[in-house]
């Protein structure tokens, strides 16, 4: 078996293991290695040649290409390595991984410290349980995605699309500008999964119905898919039996939510958390293994990228600074808590040091809103607060505290004037 | 227009099983089945077990066939490295009329010679299966049951008959059996006439059809649909055993078990149906299902449940094994192996060719028959030092493809050059398991579509889900030949 | 007097915006919280335009297809159009990102541009 050594080793070349990887290399870590099991970096950027990214963190607009294309220049500049066609197989520890390489076989990495940077997946039919036969026709939006712009694959030409997610959205739209039809974009939730714009701009301009409130009920054809019937659900998310109305199609596309991709974290012995499902980490995104750093989908699921890359960065930082020896010691650990109105909050936990920062807590909350306060207490005191005009589960929030302002105890994140 | 001696209609475990077994004498056998693939329709959908016989109807010639079938497997799985493994199962009570009904059971294991099958206390099954209902207050053990990888177990016969020279001719729907005086001469399918001397008739849950051909078809029969569940590996809840309900007077219950490959499996239901073609998974069934196996395992968690599927039992009416020669010379039936077709199917081979030879068919040995078939080296079950070698040798062995269950390109292209190789992108699925873990091939389904294709050389678009008609694209969407080039 | 609800898409507030006007003309604006969803709303209704995005066929290079987008938002109205022209078209690798891959798609002015390099 190959060894090679390296000061920061990072699993995964998307949009996540690209920054870290920057980031790392500028806080010191002199040789930075990035593993991909793709043959080239970007990870899903590269299939998602759609606009939207960049906004926030460049300040323009760009397609996923494009956004992949600007971070892995500047790794190219920093001299950063990539291992590419490339599988990690296992995380053995925070300093060793083993990989499997077409061109150099099996390869024992051993390093100063590693970042997850994995992503996620999506989640499927068999997640859902939708009733019905098994039919041909069946993708995930983002297999699609995959089939349609980089393999040069049509999936077929009359579709219905479950899950209102941005991917969903998107892929309804792509669709459509190859020539299919789309009949109807289903949504079980009374609201919108995805941003607003995509709504916009993917289902309104090509005149897609979006269905609040229903789902699919059955699906049927044996070979491949014929059709499938929907229903409107009620408040406990039941098909009402009378609602359920037939639509003819040969594809349907599910957008119904993204999980985590855990297998090496978990194979790592590191439990992943119930809502977020993936590791907890605090706000350096050190993982409860010392050393071992995650980033991105793989950690909570990001509405945008930028966020990812934002995110990201703090991990190759520290990641870099542990392998060093320079990471400060926590002295003691505060849980970060989803108070009233959020669902979930990342950074898990706050690792108490000697570091004075600001530290971004991006939560997501429950349930829409408009004119809510956002605030996080430590302990009993107040420590931040600001009003948003509007909130949704389908769009991250944050709030930032200072590490000066910490009590001691928990802190909780909460949303008032959410559900 | 082929010429054999011998038409196995029915690539399942039983067609497929019988031909392996006369693929050790001097004759020539073509197997041919409507399907994609070998592996059937009850044969590759059910839950895997081997059973001993231990609750068969006493006497019956099931039960001496189930009971040699399970003797068989021990060889046949070392022969054809299939994965099994001797679990054992358990069968927990958790009252006294539960424990009254046990007896029974019991009283019949012994009846059909079954004799290691045990009584044991309440803390011994909980000390064996500690996330088992508290409430239990003993039970049977049955220690010889087993799981097998039930698709392989087709496909690793299948293999093998061919290396050892039987032919499998498939999608190739029989539409007809041409009987000349009495005798049968041919059997016709939508694409091939076969002039065959005989013709087994193992073509399960369609049997019928086939039999109503030759004119001797005195019974029907009709599917009985088990919907089942399959949770993720990494479930909280863990159970080693396969562990069964007290069976009703109607039905043997939903059991649970870990599979060959570590998943918890659930089911099945027992759903008498008329269409022959509904494998549709239903709300209510499933959360039956959730129901049932709760009782027997309490935490077991379904919110990790990664798939469901069903399968067909083909139950005939009137019930029990039914093999044998029909009136039409040369004319073969089975039918009636209900819900032990994987469990019975090495016992129907043997039975088959004795009876074969009895009724006159001169069957000589092929002493150059190798009864060895190789299996796909498993990237995810080699060593280190296993899997740097596969790569030296091979390296697309590195290229994992399949990245819930660890699958390698060198592994799925590997299969696609074996003798009876998949052409679906389920073949590949079912072999390897690409495709059959927690994203259910949401990642790796587009690169197995290209490698399939650039390996039997034809368009992606012609790469099918699985029966003919189930395609997956509608082609390419960019075109070379359009007038601007830029 | 027309009536046009315009959901705006400048930042996620997502305002719902109705633009009253007469014929061609904009009599009034409301429901903007912004000055930018003015502006937007003001665009969206006269002559909407996107950033069209898709992919062309690409000859010689490790990927069938190369990702491209519009260099300006073009009249949504020209969609079809673009659509037609792209699908016909084949470039042949190396392209580097940023390079112009149309002229003037469709007679929008607008160029279509390489969202991705492509090398041999």
Partial sequence: MREIKCDVAIIGAGPAGLAAALSAKEHGAKDVLVIDRDTDSG??????????????????????????AVFREKCDQEGIRFLFDTMVTEV???????????????????????????????????????????????????????????????????????????????????????????KAVVEIMPYLAGLTRNKVQCLDDFGIPLMLSHTVTRIMGHKRIEGVYIAEVDDQKQPIPSTEEYISCDTLLLSVGLIPENELTKGAGISTNAVTNGPEVDQRMQTVMPGLFACGNVVHVNDLADNVSIESELAGKYAAMYAAGTLPEAKAQLNVIAGEGVRYVCPHHVAVTDEEAVIR????????????????????????????????????????????????DDVVICAEGVK | MIHTDIVIIGAGAVGTAIARELSKYKVDVVVVDKRDDVGGDASKSNSSIICTGYDCPPGSLETAICRSSRMLADQTVKELEIPFNVCGAIMPAINEEQMNILKDIYDDAYKNEIFDVDVVSGKQLLDMEPELNPETIGGLYIPREAVIDNFLFVVAQAENAAENGVQFLLRNEVKDIQVENG??????????????????????????????????????????????????????????????????????????????????????????????????????????????????????????????????????????????FGKTEGYFGIS?????GISCSLGISRYVVK???????????????????????????????????????????????????????????????????????????????????????????????????????????????????????TGISRQEGGDHHA | MTRKNIICTVCPMGCNITVKADGSEIISIEGNECKRGEIYARDEFTCPTRTLTSSVLVT??????????????????????????????????????????IHDLAGTGVNLIATCSRDV
């Fill in chain 1, 43 to 68: 990870g899903i950027l590269q299939q998602c040649i759609h606009a939207g990214f960049g906004l926030s963190y460049f300040h323009k607009e760009m397609t996923g290409p494009e956004y992949a």
């Fill in chain 1, 92 to 182: 053995r520890s925070a300093r060793e991984i083993i990989c499997s390489s077409t061109e150099q076989g099996l390869v024992k990495v051993y390093t100063g410290a590693s970042i997850l940077a994995m992503g996620c997946r999506e989640r499927t039919r068999q997640n859902l349980r939708i009733p019905g036969t098994r039919p041909s026709g069946i993708f995930t939006a983002g297999t699609a995605q995959r089939l349609i712009n980089r393999q040069n694959e049509m999936v077929g030409k009359s579709v219905v699309i479950l899950g209102s997610g941005d991917i969903g959205m998107i892929m309804a739209r792509r669709m459509s500008l190859e020539g299919a039809k789309v």
């Fill in chain 1, 361 to 408: 807590l991006y939560f997501r909350v429950s349930e829409p809103g408009r004119k809510t306060i956002l605030k996080a207490r430590s302990g009993k005191k107040e420590i931040a607060a600001r009003e948003v005009r509007r909130v949704s589960p389908g769009e991250m929030d944050h709030i930032d505290i200072h590490t000066q302002d910490l009590t001691g």
């Fill in chain 2, 183 to 324: 005798k049968v001469k041919a059997v016709i399918t939508d694409k091939e006439t076969i002039q065959t001397k005989y013709v087994i008739n193992a073509a399960g849950l369609f049997c019928d059809a086939i039999a109503e051909m030759v004119g001797e078809c005195d019974f029907v029969v009709k599917p009985r649909k088990g919907q089942f569940f399959i949770l993720d590996k990494n479930t909280n809840c863990q159970i080693n055993h396969i562990i069964y309900p007290i069976p009703t007077p109607t039905s043997r219950g939903k059991l649970l078990l870990k599979t060959i490959h570590g998943n918890i499996l659930c089911g099945p239901t027992a759903e008498d149906l008329e269409d022959k073609e509904d494998h549709s998974v239903t709300a209510e069934e499933l959360a039956g299902i959730e129901t049932d196996c709760k009782k027997l395992v309490p935490n077991i968690n379904f919110s990790d449940a990664i798939t469901q599927f069903a399968g067909l039992r083909p139950n005939r009416i009137p019930a029990g094994f039914h093999i044998g």
């Fill in chain 2, 336 to 340: 009636g192996v209900r819900s032990t």
């Fill in chain 2, 355 to 473: 009876k074969l030879q009895e009724g006159g068919v001169k069957l000589e040995r092929n002493f150059d028959f190798n009864p060895y078939r190789k299996a796909i080296p498993r990237f995810s079950e080699a060593t280190d030092e296993e899997r740097d070698a596969l790569i030296q040798k091979d390296p697309k062995y590195a290229r994992v493809i399949c990245r819930c269950e660890t699958v390698t390109e060198g592994e799925i292209v590997e299969a696609l050059h074996r003798p009876v190789p998949p052409t679906t992108l389920d073949g590949i699925k079912r072999r390897l398991r690409a495709g059959m873990g927690r994203c259910q091939g949401g990642f790796c389904s587009p690169k197995v579509i290209d490698i399939i294709a650039r390996e039997l050389n034809v368009p992606p678009e012609s790469v099918d889900k699985n029966v003919p008609g189930s395609y997956i694209l």
């Fill in chain 3, 60 to 101: 010689n290079a490790k990927e069938p297809l190369l990702p491209v987008r519009t260099e300006k938002p073009v009249p949504k109205a020209k969609f079809g159009e673009c659509m037609e022209i792209i699908k016909a078209t084949t470039v042949h690798a190396p392209i580097k990102i940023h390079q112009v891959i």
